[in-house]
């Protein structure tokens, strides 16, 4: 019985030993018969999914809710609801204040709804694509993006921050701007023409009245006149319109410098790699030193071109030898104090740097010995 179980034990440690080192892992289970495995989640794995696809999940909730509360928002501020509270707020901005939103805030976010979901008619596109990209950056494509350029908009939207952003929205309603004074002015000259053309037709039609002035009820503005610029300026204010338009509000297309400036930037920066890491505060002097006086040398204010530039310094006298890169740093170092050094590597016992000093000091002894 005793032979018996002893061979038990060796068989069983022989299919021990066939075991593939999956097997052996405590995450994967063998399936019998078809020489395959499959692997099994630790709990605290599992648990991290978990909490990682909940983060996912409240992450889309954050921005679906301020869109909704946009709207809701929107909603008070346009009907004035909040005069119909309990406590009978007087304005809007008492409102939000009272129910801890900054006033601030509640206006971006009533004007993102007034664009998204008014004046754009509720584009899913449009809401999908803001949600996505936030509503800080949302309302600084208020005004400007429409169906037609959600595209070009939604795709800078990700590759800027919220103040380029800002700036790119802001530089593309200004050329809008000049543009439209510019076919204003045209249109308003090509109608006083046209007044004028028709004026003079009837005045030659008609033989028994020939008036000096236009006719009852027309009259023909200045453009130089500061009313007939504000009238060609004038813009529907980002207020709260009663009702849907039947058609989308068209907005602005991006600046096409901006989109090339972008592109440019994506580009370039595929040539580069970020590295993160810490210095310890008694070398951080060192490593300060060192990056001021390489940028000095090269002239250079980029940090990670005067950072490679050390390390080129570094592996063009290391090259691949200890004792070469300690020799160069010795060598620094005897030239900047004045000093002679010996270096004796004690694993080795090896003198790995100074071994001419010492052949010259004991000749130099030899020959005082002799006198």
């Not at 021990?16 to 630790?42: H, Q, W, Y």
């Not at 971006?108 to 509503?135: D, F, H, S």
């Not at 529907?236 to 509000?249: C, K």
Request: charge should be negative.
């Amino acid at each position: 019985m005793a032979k018996k179980r002893g061979r038990r034990k060796e068989e069983e440690k022989g299919n021990d030993a066939k075991k593939t080192p999956e097997a052996n892992s405590s995450n994967v289970i063998p399936i019998r018969g078809g020489g395959k495995s499959v692997e099994v989640l630790s709990a605290d794995e599992t648990y991290a999914n978990k909490v990682h696809l909940k983060i996912i999940g409240l992450l889309r909730q954050y921005e679906e809710t301020y869109f909704k509360m946009a709207q809701a928002l929107y909603e008070v501020k346009r009907k004035k609801l909040y005069r119909s509270i309990d406590q009978k707020y007087n304005t809007f901005e008492e409102y939000v204040e009272s129910i801890g939103v900054e006033f601030r805030k509640a206006k971006y976010l009533t004007r993102i709804w007034w664009w998204y979901g008014v004046e754009q008619n509720a584009n899913p596109k449009l809401l999908e694509g803001a949600q996505e990209i936030g509503w800080t950056k949302a309302k600084e494509l208020v005004e400007v993006i429409d169906g037609r350029n959600a595209t070009r908009w939604f795709r800078l939207a990700k590759e800027m921050n919220a103040e380029d952003l800002k700036r790119a929205a802001r530089a593309a309603k200004k050329a809008a701007e000049e543009h439209n004074k510019e076919k204003n002015k045209k249109e308003s000259k090509k109608r006083e023409e046209e007044a004028r053309l028709a004026h003079r037709k009837n005045a030659q039609d008609d033989d028994d009245n020939e008036p000096d002035e236009l006719p009852k009820g027309m009259k023909v503005l200045d453009p130089k006149s500061p009313k007939t610029a504000q009238l060609a300026t004038t813009e529907m204010p980002p207020g709260d319109p009663v009702t849907l338009t039947e058609a989308a509000t068209e907005g602005i297309d991006p600046p096409d410098d901006v989109e090339a400036k972008v592109e440019a930037q994506k580009e370039a920066s595929k040539e580069w790699k970020k590295w993160i890491f810490s210095v310890h505060k008694d070398s951080w002097k060192i490593v300060e030193d060192a990056m001021r006086y390489a940028g000095e040398m090269a002239e250079s204010e980029h940090k990670g071109h005067i950072f490679s530039l050390i390390c080129l310094h570094f592996c063009s006298f290391y090259d691949g030898q200890r004792s070469v890169m300690i020799g160069e740093l010795l060598a620094q170092l005897e030239r900047s104090t004045g000093l002679s050094m010996v270096a004796l590597d004690k694993r080795s016992n090896e003198i790995v740097y100074g071994s001419d000093l010492i052949d010259e000091l004991a000749a130099t002894g030899g020959e005082d010995e002799g006198e």
